[in-house]
């Protein structure tokens, strides 16, 4: 069985930042959505008309009333910090919340995301199968032309939550888009709560959100590869896998997180009491 130092280190490495009180808050509406960097606050000091400076951090102007409103400020901002190389637009909006389960405030592109240090959504489903040598876990080796993670082993589904999409919604769409599983299949994963972390990047400051699902897989059912993002997918004893979370640096960063979870939910770390209540209290750091 993996040792606790060998699986808690992972959570070290995602929650990696003890305060952000060199930070300033960044509000919309009265309310804290996020966290800026030094460098993005003298930024957007150049943008007076849509972004205003007090003793409690950074604000959309008040005039910005509604959704539709502070959507296309953030929009004209993200435009102009991306032209000076702040970071660089993906091309998909994401929800702007206070809380994860908050009401929309806005929306902005993911590429802007952690430079606001705002919160980003996302599902991650376990695909499994029960042997009868014990579980079996659906697990896709990342592209190597990945940005992120290249080559790093990960979930059978995982993606963020584009605006305007419940997380069972991303998982159905991203099922077929990465695994090529039909509605029918992935709509039977089974909600397994959620993990998150705060990270800070080089880009900013990553507050994630990973909604967690357990797909159960029959025996006859095999994920494929239908976009480039996966160059294929193995099904792998879950002991196995854990022993990659523990031993290597094989598994994508905030995986290793999920796939913790999934072991302590299904009984497979023998753990002291301590030991596992603390893994659970730093599985979920997001508010």
Request: hydrophobic share 45%; with cysteine.
């Given at each position: 069985?993996?040792?606790?130092a ?74 102009a910090?991306?032209g ?37 959504q ?18 896709g ?13 990960d ?28 509605p ?8 397994a ?11 900013g ?15 006859d ?48 770390l ?18």
């Amino acid at each position: 069985m993996p040792p606790f130092a060998a699986l808690w280190r992972h959570v070290e490495a995602c929650n990696n930042i003890a305060s952000p009180a060199h930070l300033l808050p960044f509000r919309i509406a009265g309310r804290q959505v996020g966290w800026l960097g030094p460098d993005l606050a003298r930024a957007l000091a150049f943008f007076p008309r849509d972004v205003h400076f007090d003793r409690d951090g950074v604000t959309l102007a008040g005039r910005l009333r509604g959704e539709a409103a502070c959507t296309a400020a953030l929009e004209r901002l993200a435009t102009a910090l991306a032209g000076r190389g702040h970071f660089v637009l993906r091309g998909e909006a994401f929800d702007v919340r206070e809380a994860p389960d908050g009401p929309v405030l806005a929306r902005l592109d993911r590429g802007a995301l952690p430079a606001f240090g705002v919160i980003s959504q996302g599902v991650h489903v376990n695909g499994f199968v029960r042997r009868p040598d014990g579980l079996h876990l659906w697990c896709g080796t990342r592209s190597r032309r990945k940005p992120v993670a290249p080559g790093k082993l990960d979930h059978l589904v995982a993606g963020g939550i584009p605006a305007g999409l419940s997380p069972v919604q991303c998982l159905v769409k991203e099922a077929e888009e990465e695994a090529s599983l039909p509605p029918e299949i992935a709509a039977r994963a089974v909600p397994a709560g959620r993990v998150s972390y705060v990270m800070a990047t080089e880009e900013g400051l990553r507050r994630d959100v990973l909604h967690c699902f357990d797909l159960e897989l029959p025996a006859d059912v095999t994920p494929c590869p239908n976009d480039d993002e996966v160059e294929r997918f193995d099904l792998l004893p879950a002991r196995e896998v854990l022993a990659r979370v523990a031993g290597t640096e094989e598994v994508k960063f905030n995986v290793n997180l999920v796939l913790i979870d999934f072991a302590l939910r299904h009984g497979l770390l023998s753990l002291a009491p301590e030991e596992e209540a603390r893994l659970r209290a730093g599985l979920d750091q997001v508010g």
